[in-house]
């Protein structure tokens, strides 16, 4: 990925920002996801805030989907012609890192996007997400908006108008942007949402519905912390669950304590059923038994289910041309499951002596290990948020020219964005914003030098 300098719209100021023309799934398997996240060609001015996109020629290609889409922004007001030469360069690279036995007659017709809109549904589309979803997820997107910009004593009348949205799918979307507000440290942002929440638990069919369940959870996750506080046995665990039997509160226990409901656990429950003289009490106990069966039986199905998708992941990973490449292309379902299948396979590869097995697996641990290590231009910042004084910043910097290139001052940019509006955050971000004037200022100073 190229880095450029630009000027800031707003400000004038000189603003580095990593420019993406092709994204081509064959040589990068995240590139898919880097367009559908707007990741790619965004600017961030360190100076004022300021963020956009950056209008830049972009192809896109994935094999798999047969998908070799083009677009050109119209606010380039660029020529037919002069279009086509600065695209067929980018078109030509991807032709020539396939093999010829993969050189389909699609890669012949480039399918050109008017809008970039229209490239982001094209590509959701081939994954089976219809242009009808993403205009039920716009709508309910647009209606947040809508909740948000409304003044808080208006706000009630708008969620009695539009009643029909605020359904699971509204719901979700509200509980992710505020995940999202809660991870970055935006306290601001986080409160409005909150406050939005709440009255939607209030005053909606599915709001009262999410709220009286996660009450019912609640209680549950109270109840066996206070029981497991000096050790929690099967007994105290048989209690507990008497004590909340509804559905809800059913399904979160064997989610958190299905290990602790083993055969001496129904043993136990059993008991009690025997040794009940009550018909209606020993009905109720022998209904919770089935239910409690049912559920861990479709935990244990869940966790079968995970494990063999694991373990064929893993095998695909193994078996394949690159191992690193095949890696970064499942990064995201690399998780503690992921890595404690990962060490059972480890185990049973030395237990039988599989040496050619045992060099792959090993070199998959090494490759998670490594990636979750901080990055050296990491490191460096690091050590430079550690310092106070602008003159030793300078010093520092000056003294570790070598370290300030692309990839640091492109990690800062992103940074010094990211803490933008964060209040709880407000000091690194001043930091942050020292060291990339800084930094860039002595980079560009450097690179003068050099002409």
């Known amino acids: 990925m190229a880095q450029t300098q630009t000027t800031c719209p707003k400000c004038r100021q000189p603003v580095l920002v990593e420019v993406q023309q092709s994204f081509d799934m064959t040589q990068d398997p995240l590139a898919k996801q880097k367009l559908l996240s707007n990741a790619a060609n965004v600017m961030h001015c360190p100076s004022c805030g300021y963020q956009g996109m950056l209008a830049v020629p972009i192809v ?15 606010d380039l007001r660029t020529p037919v012609n002069e279009q086509e030469r600065q695209i067929g360069p980018l078109i030509k690279r991807i032709l020539d890192n396939l093999p010829q036995e993969k050189r389909k007659a699609y890669l012949l017709q480039p399918k050109s996007m008017l809008t970039y809109q229209t490239l982001i549904e094209t590509i959701l589309e081939a994954d089976g997400i219809t242009k009808e979803m993403l205009e039920a997820q716009q709508k309910r997107i647009m209606l947040l908006e809508r909740l948000l910009t409304t003044p808080k004593e208006n706000r009630l009348a708008l969620v009695q108008q539009e009643e029909a949205l605020f359904d699971m799918h509204f719901f979700s979307i509200l509980s992710r942007i505020l995940q999202s507000t809660m991870s970055q440290g935006d306290q601001n942002s986080q409160k409005e949402l909150l406050d939005l929440q709440n009255l939607l638990f209030e005053n909606t069919k599915v709001g009262k519905e999410i709220y009286t369940q996660a009450k019912e959870s ?15 046995t099967r007994e105290k ?12 509160q059913l399904s979160t ?3 958190m304590a299905r290990s602790g409901m083993d055969y001496e656990f129904f043993k136990i429950l059993s008991g009690k059923i025997d040794a009940s003289s ?20 479709q935990i244990d199905q869940r966790v079968k289910d995970e494990l063999e998708k694991t373990r064929a992941l893993l095998e695909k ?6 191992i690193e490449s095949a890696l970064e292309e499942n990064i995201e379902s690399i998780n503690e499951f992921f890595l404690q299948v990962l060490e059972s396979e480890i185990a049973q590869a030395r237990k039988n002596g599989n040496l050619d097995r045992i060099t792959k697996l090993e070199q998959i641990m090494i490759f998670i290990e490594k990636s979750a290590q901080p990055t050296k231009e990491v490191q460096f910042l690091e050590s430079l948020l550690d310092i ?22 492109g990690l800062l940019n992103t940074l010094v964005a990211q803490s933008e509006g964060q209040s709880a955050n407000a000091e690194i971000a001043e930091k942050l914003r020292k060291i990339y004037k800084t930094a860039l200022r002595i980079s560009m100073t450097a690179n003068l030098g050099k002409a």
């Open 388 to 409: 106070s004084e602008e003159a030793q910043l300078e010093k520092t910097l000056k003294e570790n020219l070598d370290k300030i290139n692309q990839e640091f001052l």
């Open 317 to 322: 990973i193994v078996n394949s041309a690159n």
């Open 237 to 248: 665990l048989l209690d507990v669950i008497l004590a909340h039997t509804s559905d809800i």
């Open 278 to 297: 009550d018909e209606k009490e020993k009905k109720a106990l022998t209904e919770l038994r089935e239910k409690l069966l049912q559920l861990t039986e």
């Open 253 to 255: 226990l064997v989610s």
């Open 218 to 232: 609640e209680s549950v996750i109270k109840a066996l912390q206070e029981a497991g506080k000096e050790g929690l």
């Open 60 to 74: 896109y290609h994935d094999p798999d989907k047969e998908l070799l889409l083009t677009f050109f922004p119209p």
